[in-house]
């Protein structure tokens, strides 16, 4: 109810109540205006006991407004302070996960392996050296080698850690993701799907592929975390990955 219509209706209940009176002792019984004090006394007290309970309740009515206009204000400032707290998160986040990012893309120009070929022993790296391990683990696994076998054969060949590397920086991606972004900071699913599906858009197809492998045969907390992880592996379903392709 608006401040308007409640001052509305007290003014029309103080005219009614006059009229009221005005019309039962002056055109009803044919009364005159009184010049007695007393008789003035008493239309006062006709008029304040029946207005004082009327306005009372009106001003209660006002009260009972201006209570819940004060509630809402502070249900929208706490909404308010609410989506700033939310923003402030995200921007932090956003900071530190394409942060991350980067730090995935460069190492790609860390991965160096030696290839043997026509019995000459070459360095390559970056793509080329992936593309190289993906062929000599299918070989391996067409020679019936064991998860521990092409685990030792990474170990072996990655002499400067840079696969390792690799799943650590993008495990703490998908971490960053599933803590920051977790439903008891305000966020939910569709967020971290969101930054899921970036995550590995933004990753070279080649170095996720690399990933990938190192997850499905290194033995360590961080393959655990991904291979185990369902809200990832919901994304990798979505582009036909998975973590079990060799």
């Excluded at 360095?123 to 593309?131: C, E, K, P, R, T």
């Excluded at 960053?176 to 969101?194: H, Y």
Aim: glycine share 6%; charged share 20%; with cysteine.
């Amino acid at each position: 109810m608006k401040y308007v219509t409640l001052i509305s209706a007290a003014s029309g209940v103080m005219v009614i109540t006059a009229g009221i009176y005005v019309y039962h002792f002056y055109a009803n019984l044919g009364y005159g205006i009184s010049s007695k004090t007393d008789i003035w006394a008493q239309f006062g007290d006709y008029f304040g006991g029946v207005l004082n309970p009327i306005l009372s309740f009106i001003a209660l009515l006002c009260l009972i407004q201006s209570l819940n206009l004060q509630n809402q204000s502070n249900r929208d400032l706490r909404a308010e302070l609410k989506d700033n707290k939310k923003y402030e998160k995200y921007r932090k986040f956003s900071l530190l996960f394409f942060n991350v990012i980067e730090a995935q893309k460069s190492q790609m120009g860390g991965l160096i392996i030696r290839s043997d070929v026509n019995e000459r022993s070459a360095i390559i790296s970056g793509v080329d050296a992936i593309l190289q391990l993906e062929g000599n683990v299918e070989l391996m696994r067409d020679n019936g080698s064991s998860d521990e076998d092409i685990e030792r054969y990474l170990d072996e060949i990655d002499c400067k850690d840079c696969i390792f590397g690799m799943l650590r920086t993008f495990y703490l991606a998908v971490k960053l993701v599933t803590e920051r972004l977790s439903d008891v900071e305000g966020f939910l699913l569709e967020d971290r799907a969101s930054h899921f599906q970036t995550l590995v858009n933004f990753t070279d197809f080649a170095q996720l592929r690399l990933i990938l492998m190192a997850a499905q045969f290194t033995n360590n907390p961080y393959a655990t975390f991904l291979t185990t992880h369902a809200e990832l592996q919901e994304t990798l379903d979505a582009v036909g990955l998975r973590f079990d392709l060799y």
